[in-house]
């Protein structure tokens, strides 16, 4: 089993960039896909990034292409999601989530782990 716990949330204005972090536990962690998903007030939770177990594969939301980058760190059971360029409507509670398996997969259906998220608030 894995918990997970995001950090590094917070205010910051539109064009500007955060890098959120998800300390995981237990040592199964280099096993799991991460991604990460984030709910927009009144609006469903949706996929953002995931990676794959290796670190080898990695696939984005359209929205973010080119502009988030989802790493981890195996060694320090640590996954991270650079965000470069928010726009406010990027504001949301963002979620760090695993899925067993190696594959990177978009699906939230798929995440089994998930933690309590963090807030990132994107002024105009």
């Known amino acids: 089993q894995v918990q997970l716990v995001e950090s590094g949330g917070g205010l910051v204005q539109a064009g500007g960039s955060l890098r959120l972090s998800c300390a995981a536990s237990?040592?199964?962690?280099?096993?799991?896909?991460m991604g990460w998903f984030r709910q927009a007030p009144g609006k469903e939770c949706v996929f953002v990034a995931a990676?794959?177990?290796?670190?080898?594969?990695?696939i984005y939301a359209d929205s973010v292409k080119g502009r988030f980058t989802i790493s981890r760190d195996n060694a320090k059971n640590m996954v991270y999601l650079q965000m470069n360029n928010l726009n406010p409507e990027e504001t949301a509670i963002y979620y760090c989530?695993?899925?067993?398996?190696?594959?990177?997969?978009?699906?939230?259906?798929?995440?089994?782990?998930w933690g309590q998220g963090t807030q990132v608030t994107v002024s105009s």
């Open positions: 990676l794959s177990a290796s670190g080898s594969m990695t």
């Open positions: 237990g040592r199964t962690f280099r096993t799991y896909v």
């Open positions: 989530a695993g899925a067993v398996g190696p594959i990177a997969t978009s699906m939230s259906s798929q995440y089994h782990y």
